[in-house]
């Protein structure tokens, strides 16, 4: 085969993804050189992204060459890429893709822990993407949001010089880059708190339509899974009709032989979104599925209840109130502290702190634990993980999915051969500890515990969201359940309640407000 000409954009990650590609054809016995070849994007940078005319404004440049035979191959971020190819052109392989989340980097002197993403109130966060404004003004409203444009660099360079408290990057181009951030405070958002463009983090090799023989050879550097995933992302895309600056994110991963999907869609930048989480055997027909939940005549909820008192700015009750959904929130059980005062020896020589709930950070720190400066904290999930901000300390590790036995996996691994504190309830499972190996210590301190209600009136809401097995208890001692109430149950335990009971039950894929969110808008009722 002839020496290959690769078209590139000249910014520094356009290059690193063109070289990565050479280097990939190297392996297979192709060589190529590279062409670089500015696009409107590159050239027009006074204006925000979607006031560009028209769509593929990194792409089209590109496009036209290849079309025009100056070069063979033109190597794209496949998010930039329109949903349907120029006549003549096609998509001849994928990468495999690299890590989809973003990044936020703050400067350090402007870091809040204690607020959610660690931004002050009313820090100004530099980002171009209508995509993740509407996500990051519905995590934090009070926000301000600039338009930031550039390449990766040059947008670091802006953050240094003190034009932003803070900048959102995909994680992806920071990673090929190799870029030190040490001088930032640095804060992954992971891929469910705040879902990414379709097909972040993949590289799309494009190519003529009738170049067969390079279309063969390319398949030897093909990543087919990555391929399969992202394929259900750009068709959302495309039934949505929407280009690159359309508020809509759809990540989609293949896990434990399921396709599960999130989707995230809003009308404009300042729109509170929409959140989507499904689960499938197959991508056949899924993403038709996706669309046809944001349908506007699709028959939502009137009336939610959720055993949990809901603040009045809270993310879960500002995604219902979009859909004029009334909830009824309200703990069934009380809690009380059954210790006053914290016996030092629990603290000692103590590696990792562990909390199963809100409740467990709450009562722990009430207690006024004075801590080592070692210690590191582990979580079940976000909604702890936010508890514990409020304490001024970050988690190590957060627990990323409702699945309370992967999370005790995870979490067994990670502190193998160390000491863990366990602060709890007193009724609590003890599903973490029963994971942990012999060679770790666990240092058990129930520290509260929970009562029962009495006489609980019950609820003609459609949809009941159970946040405890504490709680289902409760409500079904004076309830019945109406063949027409769907239930959604946070965490494992809680579900096996209604298996036990003979209801079928929905389980988000994150228990906290996000997740809850996702579960009422995926539920139809008659």
């Not at 016996?343 to 199963?356: G, H, Q, T």
């Not at 001024?392 to 699945?403: K, N, P, R, T, Y």
């Not at 006489?455 to 289902?472: K, R, Y």
Request: proline share 4%; charged share 30%; aromatic share 8%.
């Amino acid at each position: 085969m002839k020496k290959l000409i690769i078209g590139t954009r000249g910014s520094d990650l356009a290059l690193w993804q063109a070289n990565n590609t050479k280097d990939r054809l190297a392996s297979i016995g192709i060589e190529a050189e590279l062409k670089i070849i500015k696009t409107q994007g590159d050239k027009i940078l006074n204006l925000r992204l979607d006031k560009l005319e028209g769509k593929g404004f990194f792409t089209k440049e590109l496009e036209e060459e290849l079309l025009g035979g100056t070069i063979d191959i033109a190597v794209h971020s496949h998010k930039d890429l329109p949903t349907t190819n120029p006549a003549g052109l096609i998509i001849a392989a994928v990468t495999e893709r690299e890590d989809p989340a973003e990044l936020l980097l703050i400067l350090k002197d402007t870091v809040e822990v204690s607020n959610k993403l660690s931004l002050k109130k009313g820090a100004m966060v530099g980002t171009s993407s209508n995509r993740r404004k509407a996500q990051l003004l519905a995590l934090r409203p009070d926000l301000n949001i600039e338009d930031l444009r550039g390449n990766v660099p040059t947008r670091i360079q802006k953050l240094r010089d003190e034009n932003y408290d803070a900048i959102m990057l995909a994680k992806a181009g920071v990673n090929r880059l190799n870029i030190d951030l040490s001088e930032f405070h640095v804060e992954v958002v992971d891929t469910t708190e705040l879902v990414p463009a379709p097909a972040q983090g993949a590289l799309a090799i494009q190519i003529r339509e009738n170049d067969t023989e390079l279309f063969t050879a390319l398949q030897q550097i093909h990543d087919s899974a990555t391929a399969e995933e992202i394929a259900v992302e750009r068709k959302v895309l495309n039934l949505f009709e929407g280009g690159c600056h359309m508020p809509l994110g759809c990540y989609c991963k293949k896990e434990n032989g399921l396709f599960e999907v999130w989707t995230s869609k809003a009308e404009t930048d300042e729109d509170f979104p929409d959140r989507l989480f499904l689960r499938s055997e197959t991508t056949e027909g899924l993403a038709e599925k996706i669309v046809a939940k944001f349908n506007k005549e699709r028959k939502l909820p009137a009336k939610v209840f959720i055993s949990r008192e809901i603040g009045e700015h809270s993310y879960f009750r500002k995604a219902l109130a979009k859909h004029d959904i009334e909830i009824d929130g309200r703990s069934l059980i009380r809690t009380f502290p059954i210790v006053n005062t914290l016996d030092p020896f629990y603290l000692k020589n103590i590696d990792w702190i562990f909390f199963s709930s809100r409740n467990g950070v709450e009562y722990f720190f009430k207690l006024n634990p004075v801590l080592a400066k070692k210690v590191q904290f582990g979580v079940v999930g976000r909604g702890s993980e936010d508890t514990l901000r409020k304490f001024g300390h970050l988690a190590d590790f957060v627990g990323e999915s409702g699945d309370i036995v992967e999370v005790a996996e995870e979490f067994a691994k990670l502190v193998a051969g160390q000491t863990v504190l366990f602060p709890r309830a007193q009724d609590s499972l003890l599903t973490i500890q029963k994971s942990l190996g012999a060679d770790t210590k666990v240092v058990d301190l129930p520290i509260y515990e929970t009562v029962v209600a009495d006489d609980i009136d019950g609820t003609t809401a459609e949809v009941l969201i159970f946040t405890s097995p504490s709680n289902v208890d409760a409500y079904f001692a004076d309830n019945l359940l109406d063949p027409e109430q769907k239930v959604i149950a946070i965490g494992n335990s809680t579900g096996k309640k209604f298996e036990e009971m003979g209801v079928k039950y929905t389980l988000p894929y994150s228990p906290d407000e996000i997740g809850l969110a996702e579960a009422v808008f995926g539920t139809e009722v008659r």
